[in-house]
């Protein structure tokens, strides 16, 4: 079955904590993304891939990192994270002109 | 990019046609007419999307004004899991990486 899969679907930690979100396609995408989304609010995109190793900065890319080193995977790296990155994370992918795959979402709570 | 204005929230009632207006005045030629939804908290589902003509799926009808300032989602019959988030969004040619996604119109379908 084609899928975006994030792992885990839910973390709490502490602030300055290191961690990681997996995200995972198994369709040969190209394009990947994260975007966080708070309440009352749309999607924040805030890092996107267009293939391996070619990574950029969306909208509100500070306090994450991100890297592709592989078609499939683009995990998303909190490397200290602070309580205003409470949110629900997802990942997305696509190919070429086609609509966006999401993930089932990371609810994410930093204490 | 152009942006959009949806309604926050509307009613309709099960198995009648849901419309769903959205306002994209400032579109551009090249920018598609986007729509996604969000059932709860899960990830967003592609809906259908067009740039000048009508378009038509299983899922829904795309409605473009001639103008392409405004368009209209049509749920022909709407089941109660029909209740979402819905999100029009406009694509700047084939760019996933510049959508920006607003707040949506929150449409619930009552029994």
């Known amino acids: 079955e084609a899928q975006v899969t994030q792992n885990p679907r839910y973390l709490i930690t502490v602030t300055g904590k290191k961690l990681t979100v997996t995200c995972s396609q198994n369709m040969n995408h190209e394009y990947m993304s994260w975007y966080r989304q708070d309440p009352g609010l749309g999607l924040r995109q805030i890092y996107y891939?267009?293939?391996?190793?070619?990574?950029d900065k969306g909208d509100v890319p500070e306090g994450y990192k991100v890297s592709r080193k592989e078609k499939r995977n683009f995990p998303l790296i909190l490397e200290s994270p602070s309580p205003n990155q409470t949110s629900l994370y997802f990942c997305?992918?696509?190919?070429?002109?086609?609509?966006?795959?999401f993930g089932n979402g990371t609810r994410l709570t930093v204490t | 990019d152009a942006k959009t204005t949806q309604p926050p929230s509307m009613d309709c009632a099960e198995g009648r046609a849901a419309n769903l207006p959205c306002n994209h005045s400032t579109i551009s030629g090249n920018e598609y007419v986007y729509w996604y939804r969000q059932i709860h908290s899960q990830g967003p589902q592609y809906i259908i999307h067009?740039?000048?003509?009508?378009e038509t799926n299983e899922m829904a009808s795309l409605i473009i004004t001639e103008d392409r300032k405004s368009s209209t989602l049509i749920l022909p019959h709407a089941t109660l899991r029909d209740t979402a988030v819905y999100y029009c969004i406009v694509r700047v040619g084939d760019s996933n990486y510049q959508l920006i996604w607003g707040a949506g119109t929150k449409l619930i379908i009552k029994p």
């Open positions: 997305a992918s696509s190919l070429g002109k086609s609509p966006l795959h």
């Open positions: 067009g740039l000048k003509n009508n």
């Open positions: 891939s267009m293939n391996v190793e070619v990574t």
